[in-house]
């Protein structure tokens, strides 16, 4: 089982800068990717960053360039850091950790509660 805490949330302006964690415990699986994910009202949830724990990382083409996803194993979290925000991108920002096991192998997803990010226009 893994729980996943994000925080970091919060209210900016246009243009400012956020960074949002997402603290992993309980018992991790060596293979494993840790992604952010957001949900709009009314739109379906959509990656925004993701990073394996092999280090590979894959962006949305909408946050290339101003978004950062990074991770450290020692504490076990991942982070995002999020600049020149767009009132668009307002939404509740998801910590989703993924990762297959067992015999037949099988894809194991957990989620966070989620952490509201709102940006000003």
């Known amino acids: 089982q893994v729980q996943l805490v994000e925080s970091g949330g919060g209210l900016v302006q246009a243009g400012g800068s956020l960074r949002v964690s997402c603290a992993a415990s309980?018992?991790?699986?060596?293979?494993?990717?840790i992604g952010w994910y957001r949900q709009a009202p009314g739109k379906q949830r959509e990656l925004v960053a993701r990073?394996?724990?092999?280090?590979?990382?894959n962006y949305s083409d909408s946050v290339k360039g101003r978004f950062t996803i990074s991770r450290d194993n020692a504490k076990n979290t991942v982070y995002l850091q999020m600049n020149s925000l767009k009132p668009e991108e307002t939404a509740v920002y998801y910590c989703n950790y993924w990762t297959r096991w067992g015999d037949p192998p099988r894809d194991i997803d957990y989620w966070g509660q989620g952490t509201q990010v709102t940006v000003s226009s």
């Open positions: 990073i394996s724990s092999g280090g590979t990382i």
């Open positions: 309980g018992t991790p699986f060596n293979i494993n990717v």
